[in-house]
């Protein structure tokens, strides 16, 4: 696959002047995030040096040095974009909780660089497999491109989906739109990024909603939808930007992902899944599954994102203050069985940690234990069966 040189001048450019605000580069990624033009199985190492320079410049550090992302050989439960701090430091309008029954997991590593992707369906345009940072990209080289998931052709009442979103430079267009769809093809509702520059905007009939972003747009942003039947909230690196109690028209269908190619729009990570339904008491049948509980692969870190569902947790610990808890983690297959083991119960220990010392809950509340790979729920062939298998459950004792 050829990717032209001007395509990776123009992100190596990008990300450098806008290197101080790309808080939404996970720890493990470059802050330019260069692409790897591959040809014949051999990297351009020139390019790769000057876009390694480049971020140096900016930061100071050699992005071929990163942070460990864990253990060697350990299953395969990483999330693409936690960002830093803590989960103290999460703000409350940050309440994403990711479905618990996983419809589509995707980060395009079954598909060859250069090919379109197995699990979409082409409605418009070019798109690629492509490679940066070491990492699988679904990349639009046309000038309008759109994109759906191949998953059943109806919207559950509760789901929930996030990706993995770059662009090099949006200028004053727009990068990138999600639109909730009726069967026919009219929008119900829309996501528009950016807008006017360095905006979130949402637009269902007469309902329109546009509010900043912090930092800047260019780079790696992770995005995330929440639906509750008609009400939606969407959220970009940990930030509540609308907040839609029900939005004009529908019901929609399907999902639609439109880019253009002027900025270099990519997409990875992308997870779609029904639930999660609010629940009245979360442990009323004496336990609870969550997989909004989250880690890079391999690391027992427990990642800032895994704030709203630690919280809801820590209050109802709060309001049941007789109530104690076992932690039990569980990981995929992937890996050997005794790293799985050791990591699940390192997890589960974290957890624990974090609703002590963080969330205030007293730590002679929790005992905790790991499972490692040995009970499955779902088969581990699949990513969507692997991703089911990586949770952490919580237990009445």
């Known amino acids: 696959m050829h990717i032209p040189r001007q395509s990776i001048v123009a992100i190596a450019a990008a990300c450098l002047v806008g290197a101080a605000l790309a808080l939404a580069v996970p720890a493990r990624a470059g802050l330019t995030d260069h692409i790897k033009k591959t040809l014949g199985g051999k990297a351009d190492k020139a390019t790769d040096a000057a876009a390694d320079d480049a971020e140096k410049a900016a930061t100071g550090k050699d992005p071929n040095a990163g942070a460990s992302t864990g253990s060697a050989g350990a299953e395969s439960g990483g999330k693409a974009a936690g960002g830093g701090g803590s989960v103290a430091t999460v703000s409350t309008k940050f309440d994403y909780v990711p479905g618990d029954s996983v419809i589509l997991v995707d980060d395009f590593t079954q598909d060859d660089l250069g090919e379109f992707p197995a699990r979409w369906t082409l409605v418009q345009g070019t ?170 692969s391999g690391s027992d870190v427990v990642l800032p994102d895994s704030a709203p569902i630690l919280r809801q947790i820590a209050s109802y610990m709060q309001a049941n203050p007789a109530v104690k808890l076992k932690i039990t983690g569980h990981t995929d297959n992937v890996g050997a069985a005794a790293g799985n083991l050791d990591l699940s119960k390192r997890r589960a220990a974290a957890v624990a940690k974090v609703l002590s010392t963080d969330l205030g809950i007293a730590s002679d509340r929790f005992t905790t234990d790991g499972k490692g790979d040995t009970q499955a729920v779902a088969s581990n062939a699949k990513p969507e069966g692997r991703a089911m298998n990586r949770r952490v459950e919580f237990t009445k004792l």
């Open 127 to 296: 798109f690629e497999v492509a490679e940066m940072e070491g990492q699988r990209w679904l990349r639009c080289t046309s000038d309008d491109g759109h994109i759906r998931m191949k998953v059943p052709p109806v919207l559950p009442e509760f789901w929930t989906l996030e990706f993995d979103f770059f662009c090099a430079d949006p200028a004053a267009s727009i990068a990138l739109t999600v639109s909730g769809q009726t069967e026919s093809g009219s929008s119900v509702w829309e996501l528009l990024f950016p807008y006017s520059g360095q905006n979130l905007a949402f637009r269902s009939g007469e309902i329109f909603a546009s509010t900043p972003i912090t930092g800047s747009v260019k780079g790696r942003h992770h995005f995330m939808i929440m639906a509750r039947g008609k009400g939606l909230k969407m959220y970009v690196d940990r930030e509540r930007l609308a907040n839609v109690p029900e939005y004009a028209g529908g019901p929609a269908a399907v999902i639609d992902f439109r880019a253009w190619a002027v900025s270099s729009p990519m997409f990875a990570n992308v997870r779609y899944a029904e639930g999660c339904r609010p629940a009245k008491d979360m442990l009323a049948e004496g336990k609870l599954v969550t997989y909004g509980i989250h880690f890079d």
